[in-house]
């Protein structure tokens, strides 16, 4: 018999647990900490959002599959692919700002001593789609 320890559903419960424990030192973390967390989680090439899209995607694949042999409504297929399409789109907008997160998790090179100065920010209205 197989150690279940071992089983992808096991792993998959793990890693859900583990976003768990993330979010909550996300939550209780210094702007450097938050900004170092989400420069990792919001990587393009290795980040955590990269790898949960890779995944939907492999699932879409899956479904695929499985709704071509009539083992999934054809529904399922489609909402998984709009979903891993989705996060492609959301990683992709996101991407955008990645360097300015990172940005605030890194250390000032010179200590500066004027205050900083106010930068204004704009609001940014985006409709849904």
């Not at 792993?11 to 768990?20: E, G, H």
């Not at 989680?41 to 709704?67: P, Y």
């Not at 399922?76 to 692919?81: D, N, P, S, T």
């Not at 990683?91 to 997160?101: K, N, P, Q």
């Amino acid at each position: 018999m197989t150690d279940p320890s071992n089983s992808p559903a096991h792993l998959a419960k793990d890693i859900a647990l583990r976003l768990r424990v993330l979010d909550e030192y996300l939550t209780e973390a210094t702007p450097r900490q938050a900004a170092e967390i989400l420069s990792e989680v919001l990587d393009i090439d290795n980040g955590l959002l990269t790898g949960v899209t890779h995944l939907v995607e492999t699932g879409s694949r899956f479904a695929q599959s499985q709704a071509h042999r009539g083992m999934l409504p054809p529904v399922v297929w489609l909402a998984m692919g709009r979903a891993a399409n989705e996060l492609h789109s959301v990683g992709m907008d996101l991407d955008e700002h990645a360097e300015a997160i990172e940005q605030l998790g890194t250390p000032p090179t010179t200590a500066s001593t004027l205050p900083p100065t106010p930068v204004a920010s704009a609001m940014v209205v985006r409709r849904s789609r």
